[in-house]
């Protein structure tokens, strides 16, 4: 399949390729056609998957195709502020040639530049839904002329609390109007809202929730909790961790990871919801350039992050929310690439690693040996993952073996 097939115009075709896709993803491939063909769409896919070309090609070339007096005609939803930012970039990359403006709006920065792009007169609004509804109230934003809504990242929308917000905003837009929902995964209160907001959708599948991504190799580690921080510097030796984002559960665990791995001369930040956004930004784009090694981050702050070339994610703490394992491990193996996936699982965990595996339908396999075994957890399973750094391998298993007997004993 190509580009050439999906009934792009020729200035899209020209940005497609400057922008290096040789060919459509499958969430383009399913989705552009029906876009231009007017029909409203629910889409299950996650991030990495190319949902954002999937709906911004076919959205600018819409618009190219009916011009009137400038008005905010596009509005697209984003859960967080990151995921805007790069939402935006995308519509900036896929308008450059043409006259239609375009802006993010989320909270964290100072309002003014916003309300300034917002005044000289934008075609495509991006915003989280805590500041649009402040602009709204504010009557810096009006939506009366939108004709095309996407509600990105739905499930994770619902998940942090901005349903109320949502609905909110959606009273204020047209009721004619095409509108695209996207969600990594579709649990029922997904379901209730597409099918309160959609009219006879398309419904499109990338990357269905119950598989994951095949080039993944999935681990899983047992260990006792106080054990999780020299078990996780024991996998960051090995040489082939590059680019590594670890998932904590909360905010205080990430902070306090950062900073012991930074003690370790480990370089690492920690990225969530109560750094400010300047710090994120910084946080994100020296991991992006290298400068990092190790981003630590929560599953809110995490969402949507696009960062190529990700080596391996890392289950610092086993998610609660099984979808949430599916979603955080696609961060790495992006565009084609291959990654790792390590889960570390303590005894308090087990009940949230038998949700998980029971969604994705197979069980993550064990690594076997290495220095921080849970005693009270060896594995009754015991397919060897990967191997672990070749550097000190026996000693260290001769060492958990020892430390093994000793809490049996
Ligand atoms: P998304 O799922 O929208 O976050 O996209 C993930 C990444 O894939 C982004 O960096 C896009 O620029 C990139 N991408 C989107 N479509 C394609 C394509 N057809 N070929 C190669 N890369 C793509």
């Known amino acids: 399949m190509s580009f050439h097939n999906l009934e792009l115009n020729s200035a899209l075709l020209r940005v497609v390729k400057r922008a290096g896709y040789t060919e459509p993803t499958p969430i383009q491939t399913r989705t552009i056609p029906h876009i ?14 190319g949902k954002t070309a999937a709906f911004a090609l076919p959205i600018v070339q819409l618009l190219g195709e009916d011009r009137g007096k400038r ?23 896929f308008s450059r040639n043409s006259p239609l403006r375009h802006v993010a709006i989320y909270g964290g920065v100072s309002q003014q530049p916003q309300v300034a792009a917002l005044k000289r007169g934008v075609d495509i609004l991006v915003a989280t839904p805590g500041r649009l509804l402040d602009l709204m109230n504010q009557k810096f934003v009006r939506l009366n002329q939108i004709d095309y809504f996407v509600l990105d990242e739905a499930d994770r929308m619902l998940d942090m609390g901005f349903i109320n917000d949502v609905k909110r905003i959606i009273k204020g837009l047209p009721k004619v109007r ?37 080039k993944i190799a999935q681990s899983l580690y047992f260990v006792e909790r106080g054990e999780k921080r020299a078990l996780l510097k024991y996998i960051l030796r090995d040489n082939a961790s590059e680019k590594v984002l670890v998932f904590t559960r909360t905010k205080h665990r990430a902070n306090n990871l950062a900073k012991q791995l930074n003690r370790a001369r480990i370089p690492a930040e920690a990225i969530h919801g109560n750094k400010t956004q300047g710090a994120r930004t910084r946080a994100l784009s020296r991991f992006k350039s290298g400068h990092t090694s190790v ?29 949430s394992y599916v979603h955080r491990i696609g961060r790495t193996a992006r565009a084609g690439a291959s990654g790792f996936a390590c889960s570390f699982c303590d005894i308090d965990e ?4 038998n949700g998980i595996e029971e969604l994705i339908r197979q069980p993550i396999p064990v690594v076997a040996e290495h ?17 672990p750094p070749e550097r000190n391998r026996r000693r260290r298993a001769r060492r958990s073996r020892e430390r093994h007997q000793t809490r049996t004993a």
């Open 178 to 214: 095409q509108t695209m929902l996207f969600s990594a995964t579709m649990p029922q209160t997904v379901q209730e809202l597409s099918n309160s907001i959609l009219n006879d959708p398309v419904k499109v599948e990338a990357n269905p929730q119950s598989t994951t991504v095949d």
């Open 36 to 49: 231009l063909n007017g029909r409203d769409i629910v889409g299950c896919a996650q991030t990495g998957t």
């Open 295 to 323: 981003l630590v981050a929560t599953d809110i702050a995490a969402r949507g992050l696009d960062i190529d070339a990700v080596t391996h994610v890392i289950n610092f703490d086993l998610p609660n929310l099984p979808e």
């Open 71 to 93: 008005c905010i005609r596009v509005l697209v939803l984003a859960p967080t502020r990151e995921l805007a930012a790069q939402i935006d970039e995308e519509f900036g990359k």
């Open 371 to 387: 220095p921080y075994m849970s005693a009270i957890e060896a594995p009754k399973r015991s397919a060897p993952a990967s191997k």
């Open 350 to 353: 087990r009940k949230y690693l």
